[in-house]
């Protein structure tokens, strides 16, 4: 099975950064695709980020130009940095895994980001 573990979130002002970090363990290869989504309440979960191995990266429309997404595949690691924060970015991130041995999706518990104003 595969294990993801997220850390990173808190609380931030308008316009603040923070990095989020996912460190994946199991069964996983360096060309599973990665990823972040946030669900902020009374919503659906979105897509924030995802990084495929290999392959270009693909951002929200709302996070692009302020958010990057990288990988470390040797520590079986993703991040996310999150610059010029909005409060509407205010939600909880998750860390997202797409098994290429298991043929499924892995995710992490969560983390919350909140962005004051």
């Known amino acids: 099975q595969v294990q993801l573990v997220e850390s990173g979130g808190g609380l931030v002002q308008a316009g603040g950064s923070l990095r989020l970090s996912c460190a994946a363990s199991g069964r996983i290869f360096s060309y599973d695709a990665m990823g972040w989504y946030r669900q902020a309440p009374g919503k659906q979960r979105e897509l924030v980020a995802r990084?495929?191995?290999?392959?270009?990266?693909n951002y929200a429309d709302s996070v692009k130009g302020r958010f990057t997404i990288s990988r470390d595949n040797a520590k079986n690691t993703v991040y996310l940095q999150m610059n010029s924060l909005k409060p509407e970015d205010t939600a909880v991130y998750y860390c997202?895994?797409?098994?290429?041995?298991?043929?499924?999706?892995?995710w992490g518990q969560g983390t919350q980001v909140t962005v004051s104003t």
């Open positions: 990084i495929p191995n290999g392959g270009d990266t």
């Open positions: 997202n895994l797409r098994s290429s041995w298991y043929q499924r999706d892995y």
